[in-house]
């Protein structure tokens, strides 16, 4: 009983915190409407190559100031024990990861990966076989933060299970902070995948507004790196309930729906508008000239005792 009731004591100073400062960093780290921009863990582990390492920096180089760079070796198997993960993710306030391996049995490893509540969700292996890094293309590079436009290609991104997680988990890495608007001179860097053949080619560009001769620029696109060929290894993939567990969003941010609104295919937005019933005979119609009718025929039609008749248009 003794020891239940330590637990239960240590349960409560640990919701309660003591300072003003600790209660500052919970509410920090607490859930919010609006989650603040994802950051990543980029370590190595305990075996890596001159390979494996320089790549890390340069995905390092894209991912900053979002990021956390672990110089130090750290000896851990993501696919067999993930606690040191979660262990770190804690720390750092991170909720995605890359983690940088190399063994005979599988050499130049990346495992790109998401946590959901401080737990591993998903997890993808992927083996670089082709790398160029930032500093064999020499070329001037985007500043340091600039968001991204990411641009996906081929079939199986869009049929393949593990390749649609693939891509979700790619944007997720690299899409940045989220902006509410968009400068067209700000839309400089270009990160392309292509998936093909059983491989994923990963491109970096700059994107150059040329002259055209009107108001639109012409665009080009020039190779920064790093560039990637990697081979689909390994895959943790969270279950289907789990998954849409992670994607659920709280009620105050969910658009309230409005009567009689609907959108087509387009995004065109259409609108229903209800009206009372309406009397016709009260009904006041637009009068043309060339429907009047003449005095000495109006007065013929009342002698004869017919209805009115509508006058011919004179051309």
Same mark, same amino acid.
């Given at each position: 009983?003794?020891?239940?009731?330590?637990?239960?004591?240590?349960?409560?100073?640990?919701?309660?915190?003591?300072?003003?400062?600790?209660?500052?960093?919970?509410?920090?780290?607490?859930?919010?409407?609006?989650?603040?921009?994802?950051?990543?863990?980029?370590?190595?582990?305990?075996?890596?190559?001159?390979?494996?390492?320089?790549?890390?920096?340069?995905?390092?180089?894209?991912?900053?100031?979002?990021?956390?760079?672990?110089?130090?070796?750290?000896?851990?198997?993501?696919?067999?024990?993930?606690?040191?993960?979660?262990?770190?993710?804690?720390?750092?306030?991170?909720?995605?990861?890359?983690?940088?391996?190399?063994?005979?049995?599988?050499?130049?490893?990346?495992?790109?990966?998401?946590?959901?509540?401080?737990?591993?969700?998903?997890?993808?292996?992927?083996?670089?076989?082709?790398?160029?890094? /930032? !500093?064999?293309?020499? #070329?001037? %590079?985007?500043?340091?933060?600039? &968001?991204?436009?990411?641009?996906? =290609?081929? *079939?199986?991104?869009?049929?393949?299970?593990?390749?649609?997680?693939?891509?979700?988990?790619?944007?997720?890495?690299?899409?940045?902070?989220?902006?509410?608007?968009?400068?067209?001179?700000?839309?400089?860097?270009?990160?392309?995948?292509?998936?093909?053949?059983?491989?994923?080619?990963?491109?970096?560009?700059?994107?150059?507004?040329?002259?055209?001769?009107?108001?639109?620029?012409?665009?080009?696109?020039?190779?920064?790196?790093?560039?990637?060929?990697?081979?689909?290894?390994?895959?943790?993939?969270?279950?289907?309930?789990?998954?849409?567990?992670?994607?659920?969003?709280?009620?105050?941010?969910?658009?309230?729906?409005?009567?009689?609104?609907?959108?087509?295919?387009?995004?065109?937005?259409?609108?229903?508008?209800?009206?009372?019933?309406?009397? /016709? !005979?009260?009904?006041? #119609?637009? %009068?043309?000239?060339?429907?009047? &009718?003449?005095?000495?025929?109006? =007065?013929? *039609?009342?002698?004869?005792?017919?209805?009115?008749?509508?006058?011919?248009?004179?051309?």
């Amino acid at each position: 009983m003794e020891t239940i009731k330590g637990i239960s004591k240590l349960l409560l100073s640990l919701q309660k915190p003591k300072t003003k400062r600790s209660k500052r960093f919970l509410e920090n780290r607490g859930p919010k409407l609006t989650e603040d921009v994802k950051s990543a863990m980029i370590m190595k582990g305990g075996n890596t190559s001159q390979m494996v390492t320089q790549a890390l920096k340069d995905i390092y180089s894209l991912k900053k100031p979002n990021a956390v760079l672990y110089k130090k070796k750290n000896i851990t198997r993501p696919f067999e024990d993930s606690t040191s993960l979660e262990f770190f993710s804690k720390k750092t306030d991170c909720s995605l990861f890359l983690f940088g391996s190399h063994n005979k049995k599988r050499p130049n490893n990346f495992i790109f990966g998401r946590l959901f509540d401080f737990h591993v969700l998903d997890m993808i292996e992927l083996g670089i076989e082709k790398y160029v890094s /930032l !500093s064999e293309i020499k #070329t001037n %590079k985007c500043p340091e933060g600039t &968001k991204p436009m990411l641009v996906f =290609a081929g *079939e199986p991104f869009e049929t393949d299970h593990e390749y649609k997680r693939l891509k979700n988990l790619l944007i997720d890495f690299f899409r940045g902070p989220t902006v509410p608007a968009v400068r067209l001179s700000g839309l400089e860097h270009v990160l392309h995948f292509t998936a093909l053949d059983g491989k994923i080619f990963m491109r970096s560009y700059r994107c150059l507004l040329k002259k055209s001769g009107c108001r639109t620029p012409r665009i080009e696109l020039e190779e920064i790196g790093p560039s990637f060929d990697f081979v689909l290894r390994r895959t943790h993939l969270a279950s289907e309930d789990l998954y849409k567990l992670a994607h659920k969003q709280p009620k105050a941010l969910k658009p309230k729906k409005k009567k009689n609104i609907s959108h087509d295919a387009f995004g065109t937005r259409f609108g229903r508008v209800h009206m009372q019933k309406q009397d /016709l !005979s009260k009904l006041r #119609t637009r %009068k043309m000239k060339g429907l009047r &009718k003449r005095k000495g025929e109006v =007065a013929a *039609e009342e002698q004869d005792g017919q209805a009115p008749k509508v006058a011919k248009v004179e051309s």
